[in-house]
């Protein structure tokens, strides 16, 4: 290798120094330009490979993968304890003793007896048993024929712990009628699938009236709910299952639709009647309904109405176009929230959402984990909008933590810090301006954000209801959809008694066995409505 010359040991000149500079500053330029150019390609390639995901997706009938990854903000502000070195204590089992032996050993003379070696073994025993019934037959001298009647809870030839193992299958344990049949045939009892879905789908009128009750009891008493959403098929067309639910109760109903009227109706528990007082009045006037059609249902003497085509008809008399679908839409929602109210439901009860539309009456809680999720949809082009959405993002997880700690011990007076805090948080102006109008956006909820500090109770995400919706979308997965309107039934009534008893910290297998009738001299689980509404 050569020396280097003479030359290039020579400092340059001011002249070819300032060249220098500007031909490596017009290098850095034009690196900068390639690089956003990159990345801006790079987001569109990820954008259309996830268009053709969706679209595989859309042929295998199966629903479209989520648009971005969840959001890290409730794991990474977990509240840590006070002593992290101790950890809690697992408690002592509590197995009920069904039967006791004494183990004797022959011990040689002059030994003394020291008491017994307690050892609890734990058995399961599942066998078939069939019982043939020889039912006595008498004709009476008027030619009548009297026949013994069965046990109770005998359905087609099958007893009730077959239909409890049935039931606690697959609505805990995600088991397909398929699987069941072939479990059930290899432990010893003959039976087909129809009967398998007949068990699982008839006379279930006990179950879906319990269901009911939670969900009043739970409307009545719980001072929030969390909602959400996911889709469901019936009947070989998509529909949507709502999900209910608070700290100590969660039902699920699945329909065709997911509108607020929908949402409204599963709200008033079954009812049908239509009522127009003042908190359906104070409804249509936040809506854009014209003033003389609000003033004709006040002047109006009649309020309640029991059944939509009885309603109809009053919107026909007061001259109201019910063919104005918006219009109609807006008066049936409105009334339908009177009936709420008039049933004395959601009287202050916060529903906490997802900030789907629908969800969106009464008092309102935004989640905040939903919230902060839309920093990700955001694509930034250049490093310096990668950093404007990284301080805001630490800014708002900050501020999520302070926040979770207040509502652990409210004290007076920190909801104004709070408040300022927020209002200098999303009022940032980053020069990003997609990131700004997020910020504009968000701001513009802060009642529902801040909803919190009047309601300390609350809680700030809906993570509840997305864990009970998830029983739900495994079931889907495994199991398809439904097609009789029984089996929509049974699926909704069976799935949210079980996570209620989750909530109440019952055993849905001894549940099952109470209702049926097959706990024996155990304790009687007393109506779950009545568990729901104890504090």
Same mark, same amino acid.
């Given at each position: 290798?050569?020396?280097?010359?003479?030359d290039?040991?020579k *400092?340059?000149?001011?002249?070819?120094?300032?060249? /220098?500079?500007?031909?490596l500053?017009?290098?850095?330029?034009?690196?900068?330009?390639?690089?956003?150019?990159?990345r801006?390609?790079?987001?569109?390639?990820?954008?259309?490979n996830?268009?053709?995901?969706?679209?595989?997706?859309?042929?295998?009938?199966l629903?479209?993968? *989520?648009?971005?990854?969840?959001?890290?903000?409730?794991?990474?502000?977990?509240?840590?304890?006070?002593?992290?070195?101790?950890?809690?204590g697992?408690?002592?089992?509590?197995?009920?003793?069904?039967?006791?032996?004494t183990?004797?050993?022959e011990?040689?003379?002059?030994?003394?007896?020291?008491?017994?070696?307690?050892?609890?073994?734990?058995? $399961?025993?599942?066998a078939a048993?069939?019982?043939?019934?020889?039912?006595?037959?008498?004709?009476?001298?008027?030619? &009548?024929?009297?026949?013994?009647?069965?046990p109770?809870?005998i359905?087609?030839?099958?007893?009730?712990?077959?239909?409890?193992?049935?039931?606690?299958?697959?609505? &805990?344990?995600?088991?397909?009628?398929?699987?069941?049949?072939?479990? /059930?045939?290899?432990?010893?009892?003959?039976?087909?699938?129809?009967?398998?879905?007949?068990? /699982?789908?008839?006379?279930?009128?006990?179950?879906?009236?319990?269901?009911?009750?939670?969900?009043?009891a739970?409307?009545?008493?719980?001072?929030?709910?969390?909602?959400?959403d996911?889709?469901?098929?019936?009947?070989?067309?998509?529909?949507?299952?709502?999900?209910?639910?608070?700290?100590?109760?969660?039902v699920?109903?699945?329909?065709?639709?997911?509108?607020?009227?929908?949402?409204l109706?599963?709200?008033?528990?079954?009812?049908?009647?239509?009522?127009?007082?003042?908190?359906?009045?104070?409804?249509?006037?936040?809506q854009?309904?014209?003033?003389?059609?609000?003033?004709?249902?006040?002047?109006?003497?009649?309020?309640?109405?029991?059944?939509?085509?009885?309603?109809?008809?009053?919107?026909?008399?007061?001259?109201?176009?019910?063919?104005?679908?918006?219009?109609?839409?807006?008066?049936?929602?409105?009334?339908?929230?009177?009936?709420l109210?008039?049933?004395?439901?959601?009287?202050?009860?916060?529903?906490?959402?997802?900030?789907?539309?629908?969800?969106?009456?009464?008092?309102?809680?935004?989640?905040?984990?939903?919230?902060?999720?839309?920093?990700?949809?955001?694509?930034?082009?250049?490093?310096?909008?990668?950093k404007?959405?990284?301080?805001v993002?630490?800014?708002?997880?900050?501020?999520?933590?302070?926040?979770?700690?207040?509502?652990?011990?409210?004290?007076?007076?920190?909801?104004r810090?709070?408040?300022?805090?927020?209002d200098?948080?999303?009022?940032?102006?980053?020069?990003?301006?997609?990131?700004?109008? $997020?910020?504009?956006?968000?701001?513009?909820?802060?009642?529902?954000?801040?909803?919190?500090?009047?309601?300390p109770?609350?809680?700030?995400?809906?993570?509840?209801?997305?864990?009970d919706l998830?029983?739900?979308?495994?079931?889907?997965?495994?199991?398809?959809?439904?097609?009789s309107?029984?089996?929509?039934?049974?699926?909704?009534?069976?799935?949210?008694?079980?996570?209620?008893?989750?909530?109440?910290?019952?055993?849905?297998?001894?549940?099952?066995?109470?209702? $049926?009738?097959?706990?024996?001299? &155990?304790?009687?689980? *007393?109506p779950?409505?009545? /568990?729901?509404?104890?504090?």
């Open positions: 290798m050569s020396a280097p010359s003479s290039s040991a *400092p340059l000149s001011q002249k070819a120094m300032r060249q /220098l500079v500007s031909d500053a017009g290098k850095i330029d034009r690196l900068e330009q390639e690089v956003e150019q990159l801006l390609d790079n987001s569109n390639l990820r954008l259309d996830k268009a053709l995901k969706d679209e595989i997706a859309r042929l295998k009938n629903p479209p993968r *989520p648009p971005f990854k969840p959001s890290g903000m409730e794991k990474a502000t977990q509240l840590r304890p006070a002593d992290p070195g101790r950890r809690p697992r408690g002592a089992k509590r197995d009920r003793v069904t039967r006791e032996v183990i004797r050993v011990a040689p003379p002059g030994s003394r007896f020291k008491g017994y070696k307690m050892v609890t073994r734990r058995e $399961l025993i599942v048993e069939v019982v043939r019934y020889k039912r006595e037959r008498w004709l009476t001298p008027e030619g &009548q024929t009297i026949i013994a009647p069965l109770e809870g359905v087609g030839g099958f007893g009730p712990g077959v239909r409890r193992f049935c039931l606690a299958l697959h609505t &805990q344990g995600q088991v397909t009628t398929e699987r069941l049949t072939d479990l /059930l045939n290899g432990i010893g009892l003959s039976i087909s699938k129809r009967e398998v879905v007949r068990l /699982l789908t008839s006379d279930l009128e006990p179950f879906a009236q319990e269901d009911h009750a939670v969900l009043q739970g409307l009545n008493s719980s001072p929030y709910i969390t909602v959400d996911t889709g469901a098929r019936h009947a070989r067309r998509p529909g949507v299952t709502t999900q209910i639910g608070g700290e100590r109760f969660c699920f109903r699945t329909s065709r639709s997911k509108s607020r009227l929908n949402f109706s599963l709200l008033r528990g079954g009812c049908e009647d239509y009522v127009v007082n003042e908190a359906a009045l104070d409804y249509l006037r936040r854009p309904v014209e003033a003389a059609v609000i003033a004709r249902l006040a002047a109006h003497p009649d309020q309640v109405f029991a059944s939509q085509m009885e309603w109809w008809l009053h919107l026909l008399q007061c001259s109201i176009n019910i063919f104005d679908r918006p219009l109609l839409q807006s008066l049936n929602e409105a009334a339908t929230w009177g009936a109210r008039h049933h004395g439901l959601m009287q202050n009860t916060v529903v906490v959402s997802d900030d789907a539309g629908q969800f969106r009456i009464g008092q309102h809680a935004l989640c905040w984990v939903h919230a902060e999720r839309h920093l990700q949809k955001l694509m930034p082009g250049s490093p310096k909008q990668v404007a959405v990284e301080l993002r630490e800014a708002i997880w900050c501020f999520y933590r302070s926040l979770k700690l207040w509502k652990q011990s409210p004290s007076p007076g920190g909801e810090a709070f408040r300022r805090q927020f200098k948080i999303f009022g940032l102006h980053t020069g990003y301006k997609e990131l700004d109008e $997020l910020l504009a956006r968000l701001a513009r909820r802060k009642g529902e954000l801040l909803r919190v500090l009047e309601r109770e609350i809680p700030l995400h809906t993570n509840a209801s997305e864990n998830r029983a739900c979308v495994i079931k889907r997965k495994i199991s398809g959809g439904t097609m309107a029984d089996g929509r039934v049974a699926r909704d009534v069976m799935l949210g008694l079980l996570k209620t008893c989750r909530k109440l910290g019952l055993s849905f297998f001894d549940y099952l066995g109470d209702r $049926l009738g097959l706990n024996g001299d &155990q304790p009687k689980i *007393p779950l409505a009545v /568990l729901v509404t104890q504090a």
